[in-house]
């Protein structure tokens, strides 16, 4: 077993397709852990095991990889690079020491490889980079480097660089041992012209060591060459402030720089004991840290979840203790008691079952019916609650329909089980359009969302945009005359109502006011008016809409001694409501937004034009500060439903929004027309 000096927990990021699981696949190889590399094309990679990810050929969900090296457990997290699935890495990252940051030789600086590092920076992790694919064609590691200074500044260094043939790559050269390494992980004779490069890059490295401490710049400006202990001391300082940004390269599929990466990262990773402590929170949210604690009470934390229909898996990172499978331990977040018991060791789809697991090390949990991602499991008395998880606003939102009536139940029970495993989508029910709302980061996170409850929970649902919230008003003051009088042998029906309609701004529901005087209609018959109006009003004469803003005042009528009852006045009053509001100026209220745009300054004007397209007003755009601006602008949420997707598309995904509703307005009598069209077109 594995203690926390010898572990390194390690996510790696970046852009979709530039080499994560292949560099799983090529490290399990390198320490004859499989016996041939698996193809994602072919659906045998190690990493990328679920049926969803086989048929879509990406990641989905974050995969635990164990790699032991030199007597050193690496915990390799292998996260998505779509952008639809960023809560993985928010998981991922939780539980993480540092990260690789995964980009090619040929491609170069993605998206995913900016969002990889802010990510990084703001957890405040040491970040490593990675530079793959150097068999590509028109693969250069060199230009790939410059952009990663030029991008991301001096602390990027090469800790490895290729060994050219051509334009092929034979062989790398590692900077700190100053030796050079075939793909097979053997050492050859080091190029004359890698002489030049190895005393140009110890320079900077040099430089940057020596500002890790005092004692280390005064050696280096008395030009003084530092020990071997000295350095891998400065260098490990440096990258855990990350000061000093490693920066390797090789190729997968050979094997070519995969030995030289986990040797680094076994040297100069940082150990969950050096990782960055935890973020703890109390009841009355106040923050705190909490630092692994080999001694301390067991106690372990959840941060991914997998379901199926034969249960859960829920995966933890040891933080106090060890965690033995004879434990009963209690959930922080329930107070619930759970029995421990089936505790494996992860390895993609495969667990290998143990009976304890240490600290800083990441196992798996299975049938812990109660536990979710987030929670903290521990001793009666002893567990501290640990700040949950803060994923982005999940604002692409659709509805979701059972494709068979009578399986709605099944859709929510389905949707249920997948939020256990991503809790980054949200949805429940809409209590106006009385619709399932489902809302996640954009349309691939929804579309693995529906083929898993066809593919997990046998259940078939489609997505249909989100029917809007529209209101109904009247502009114009009207007074209506509504008798219902029926005779049918025996008791008749009667009821007799003269109503004012009249807009107002007092309040959204309807105010009722009675005017009558000397009895013209009795009292008793008053609340049924009122009761005839209120059910009237949640149908609207333009599309069906809830009216709002509206007042109602019953000035006169009549009554008959015998004919008259509660069912006959407030059928009158429905009569005068349908036959008065169509000449009060009807007219339809949409909902605004409030609307925060994050986009590259590069970005404006395109931002800009498009949100005047959707009728939006630009209240005001600031720099944040992060190389971004922030466009404030209200727009009516009916021109909203495909946001999402077109702000990646603009943006290339690097922009984000949040949205929130303000209040209503009309909407022009020119968009009025449609919107009455696509009520009738729901209600056939």
């Not at 630092?291 to 040891?318: C, E, I, R």
């Not at 049924?528 to 009237?536: A, D, H, M, T, Y």
């Not at 809830?546 to 009158?572: E, I, R």
Request: charged fraction near 25%; glycine fraction near 10%; include cysteine.
């Amino acid at each position: 077993m594995y203690t926390a000096k010898d572990i390194r927990n390690i996510a790696l990021l970046g852009h979709g397709g530039d080499g994560k699981s292949a560099l799983c696949e090529s490290m399990l190889f390198t320490t004859k852990v499989i016996t041939r590399l698996g193809k994602r094309a072919d659906g045998t990679t190690v990493s990328d095991f679920d049926d969803e990810e086989k048929k879509r050929e990406y990641s989905i969900k974050t995969s635990v990889i164990p790699v032991e090296y030199n007597k050193t457990k690496l915990n390799v997290l292998d996260n998505p690079g779509y952008f639809d699935f960023a809560g993985e890495v928010v998981q991922s990252l939780r539980v993480a020491d540092a990260g690789v940051i995964v980009l090619t030789a040929k491609s170069g600086i993605a998206v995913g490889t900016e969002k990889g590092w802010k990510s990084l920076e703001e957890r405040e992790l040491p970040a490593f980079f990675y530079i793959s694919k150097l068999d590509e064609e028109h693969a250069n590691f060199f230009n790939t480097f410059d952009s990663l200074r030029d991008t991301f500044g001096p602390s990027a260094i090469p800790f490895t660089f290729p060994i050219l043939n051509g334009e092929q790559a034979v062989g790398v050269v590692d900077l700190i041992e100053k030796k050079a390494y075939d793909a097979n992980g053997k050492e050859i004779p080091l190029p004359a012209d890698a002489e030049e490069k190895i005393e140009e890059y110890m320079m900077e490295l040099n430089e940057q060591v020596a500002e890790t401490d005092e004692a280390l710049m005064e050696k280096f400006f008395m030009e003084e060459p530092f020990t071997e202990e000295e350095l891998a001391t400065g260098i490990k300082t440096g990258i855990a402030t990350r000061a000093i940004t490693p920066v390797f390269c090789g190729c997968a599929m050979s094997g070519l720089g995969t030995t030289n990466l986990l040797a680094n990262l076994v040297k100069f990773a940082p150990s969950p004991l050096e990782g960055k402590p935890m973020t703890t929170v109390d009841e009355e949210g106040n923050e705190g840290e909490f630092k692994l604690d080999p001694a301390g009470s067991p106690m372990a934390f959840v941060w991914n979840t997998l379901s199926d229909q034969y249960g859960k898996n829920s995966y933890f990172k040891v933080i106090s203790g060890d965690i033995e499978d004879t434990l009963t331990v209690v959930n922080g977040r329930t107070g619930d008691a759970e029995k421990l018991g089936n505790t494996f060791f992860p390895r993609g789809k495969d667990n290998t079952k143990t009976n304890k697991v240490a600290c800083g090390d990441i196992g798996v949990f299975t049938k812990l019916a109660s536990v979710r991602t987030g929670d903290t499991l521990g001793l009666a008395g002893k567990v501290v609650n640990l700040k949950p998880m803060e994923y982005a606003e999940p604002c692409y939102r659709m509805a979701i329909y059972a494709k068979t009536k009578g399986q709605e139940d099944k859709v929510a029970a389905g949707l249920a089980k997948l939020n256990e495993e991503d809790a980054s989508f949200t949805y429940g029910n809409d209590p106006e359009t009385k619709e399932l709302i489902i809302a996640g980061v954009c349309d691939i996170h929804l579309s693995v969302i529906i083929a898993k409850l066809a593919s997990k929970y046998k259940v078939e649902a489609e997505l249909r945009p989100a029917k809007i919230a529209y209101r109904e008003t009247i502009k114009r003051k009207v007074e209506q005359h509504g008798r219902h009088k029926k005779q049918s042998g025996g008791h008749g029906q009667f009821g007799d109502v003269y109503i004012r309609f009249e807009h107002q701004d007092e309040q959204d529901d309807m105010i009722f006011v009675d005017e009558t005087v000397g009895g013209c209609v009795p009292k008793n018959f008053i609340p049924s008016v009122e009761k005839g109006l209120r059910n009237c009003v949640t149908k609207g004469v333009l599309a069906g809409y809830p009216v709002v803003n509206l007042k109602a005042t019953l000035y006169f009528g009549s009554s008959h001694p015998v004919d008259s009852s509660d069912m006959a006045f407030q059928t009158a009053a429905g009569i005068a409501y349908k036959e008065g509001l169509p000449q009060a100026g009807p007219t339809i209220l949409e909902p605004i937004a409030e609307l925060k745009v994050y986009v590259p300054d590069a970005n404006m004007g395109d931002i800009i034009g498009d949100l005047n397209k959707r009728r939006g007003r630009v209240m005001g755009m600031n720099p944040n500060g992060a190389g971004q601006q922030v466009v404030e602008a209200e727009v009516p949420m009916g021109e909203m439903s495909s946001y999402a997707i077109d702000l990646r598309s603009m943006t290339q995904g690097r922009g984000s929004y949040s949205m929130k509703f303000v209040r209503y307005e009309e909407v022009p009598q020119m968009n009025q027309q449609k919107i009455i069209d696509e009520a009738k077109e729901d209600e056939e």
